[in-house]
């Protein structure tokens, strides 16, 4: 939604917008024109899921209704509210009819509604066992966190020794001494 409506003040080239809203402006201008007939090209790619169903259906579908709209789209799940379908391939008429003629043929539109339900369905499964996964993952941490309430409190020596134990960096310990520090610089000079 823009901070003023349809009054909003838009840069040159739209730069202050997103791509989403510049498709949404470019939409409302064209209908503005208030023409007879709509070549709409692919113009829900920009857009995500739910705003393309609500302009759709409140803007194609309904302010459009009574104008020609011609709807270029890869998006099948808006065919069954067509008036009629042309299907392409490779540049050429593949088929055309309405959706219910073209799904009875089963030809290349059915093949394409067919493989579009089986990878919806896939990614639907695909989700369901990532929800599964994560919700196990879940159950373990509750129960590994009940386990570790369940533990008996140390003494405060052993709290020690383990934090002790955990540690990256221990203090640093110092001997007092300098024969064996003059060893060391002694060896150091005879090596060069």
Request: some cysteine.
């Amino acid at each position: 939604i823009l901070a003023n409506g349809d009054m909003t003040e838009i840069g040159s080239k739209g730069l202050n917008l997103s791509g989403g809203q510049r498709q949404r402006v470019s939409i409302a201008r064209s209908t503005y024109s208030d023409s007879d007939v709509y070549l709409l090209d692919d113009i829900l790619s920009a857009l995500d899921q739910h705003v393309g169903r609500a302009l759709f259906d409140n803007c194609i579908s309904g302010f459009l209704k009574k104008k020609t709209r011609i709807l270029v789209t890869h998006q099948l799940q808006y065919l069954p509210y067509a008036d009629q379908i042309i299907v392409m391939d490779h540049g050429r008429i593949a088929e055309s009819g309405t959706y219910d003629e073209l799904m009875s043929k089963e030809g290349l539109l059915h093949d394409l509604i067919e493989e579009h339900m089986a990878k919806e369905s896939n990614e639907d499964k695909q989700r369901d066992e990532e929800t599964r996964e994560k919700k196990q993952k879940k159950k373990d941490a509750e129960k590994a966190a009940e386990e570790e309430e369940k533990e008996p409190e140390m003494t405060v020596e052993e709290a020690k020794a383990r934090e002790r134990r955990g540690k990256l960096i221990s203090k640093e310990q110092k001997s007092k001494g300098g024969f064996q520090a003059f060893m060391v610089f002694l060896r150091y000079l005879q090596a060069m």
